[in-house]
């Protein structure tokens, strides 16, 4: 199995996949563990028997006929290795990387605010995943008061869809 992740979430599934039996590869994009997770999860992890930790590495491929069968991993000097993986769990974080939406009104953390989260504006009532900028649309992590989880994000994008159907047949 494979956890990335270089915060507490992912230190958490860490310990606890290994703690049931799992083999767990740690994959941490900082070169430094402690970076961005409490000191004592660090500690636990760096001595797991169970638990190989992969500082500085990127994920870069997925692979697998059908199921997950293994990952590409990017070291920092540039090289490649495939591991196996049967299972993918990503804890990567809630800090948005919204600065190239400019314009687009956002909440004190720097999501990005969509519908009913939106101060009231002159160009009538939002569409849900609607921003501040009339017909264009967060989902995801990205977005205020999402759930910050895949399968809430892969939900918000069908949901957007509706959106824009409705905004597409207003012209």
């Known amino acids: 199995m494979t956890v990335v992740g270089g915060a507490n979430s ?3 599934a860490a310990l606890s996949l ?3 039996g799992a083999a767990v590869d740690l994959i941490v994009r900082g070169v430094e563990l402690g970076a961005r997770m ?3 999860l660090a500690d636990r992890i760096r001595t797991h028997s169970r638990i190989r930790l992969h500082t500085g590495n990127m994920v870069r491929e997925l692979a697998g006929d059908g199921t997950l069968a293994s990952i590409v991993v990017e070291r920092p ?3 490649q290795d495939r591991l196996a993986c049967r299972a993918l769990f990503c804890f990567i974080g809630a800090d948005p990387v919204s600065s190239w939406p400019a314009g687009l009104a956002k909440d004190d953390d720097g999501f990005v605010l969509t519908d009913s989260r939106l101060p009231t ?3 009538g009532t939002p569409l849900p995943f609607e921003t501040s900028a009339p017909r264009v649309f967060a989902v995801g992590d990205l977005r205020s008061g ?3 989880r895949v399968a809430s994000a892969v939900g918000d994008g069908a949901g957007a869809v509706s ?3 409705a905004a597409l047949a207003s012209d």
């Open 146 to 148: 999402s759930t910050k």
């Open 18 to 20: 290994a703690a049931h």
């Open 163 to 165: 959106s824009v159907h």
């Open 77 to 79: 000097d540039g090289r």
């Open 10 to 12: 992912a230190g958490q």
């Open 38 to 40: 409490s000191s004592y």
């Open 121 to 123: 504006r002159s160009s």
